[in-house]
């Protein structure tokens, strides 16, 4: 992939997880240090890294439950039905 340091470059958004920190407090700060457990959570790192290295122009968008069943509290909804219902009520 090419490096995207001139102004105007295209936006990237990479849709990560919360399984980049070690899970032992409730919520994270996007400035907390990762600590990753698992190797999903370690992959979506070294991608976060490879993003951050390469790339001038991005977002990283760390979510927890993006589909499947409901397990944590107090995330009602997985990610996409939040968004569907977001764009229901406007």
Same mark, same amino acid.
């Given at each position: 992939?090419?490096?995207?340091?001139?102004?105007?470059?295209?936006?990237?958004?990479?849709?990560? @997880? !919360?399984? &980049?920190?070690?899970?032992? $407090? =409730?919520?994270?700060?996007?400035?907390?240090? @990762? !600590?990753? &457990?698992?190797?999903?959570? $370690? =992959?979506?790192?070294?991608?976060?890294?490879?993003?951050r290295s390469n790339y001038?122009?991005?977002?990283?968008?760390?979510?927890?439950?993006?589909?499947?069943?409901?397990?944590?509290?107090?995330?009602?909804?997985?990610?996409?039905?939040?968004?569907?219902?977001?764009?229901?009520?406007?």
């Open positions: 992939m090419s490096t995207f340091s001139d102004a105007g470059a295209p936006l990237l958004i990479h849709l990560s @997880t !919360d399984q &980049v920190y070690e899970g032992v $407090k =409730s919520f994270y700060e996007e400035d907390d240090e @990762t !600590d990753a &457990v698992n190797m999903y959570g $370690k =992959s979506k790192v070294m991608a976060e890294n490879y993003i001038s122009s991005y977002a990283i968008l760390r979510s927890s439950i993006i589909y499947g069943p409901h397990s944590v509290i107090p995330v009602e909804k997985t990610l996409p039905i939040q968004v569907i219902s977001a764009c229901r009520c406007c």
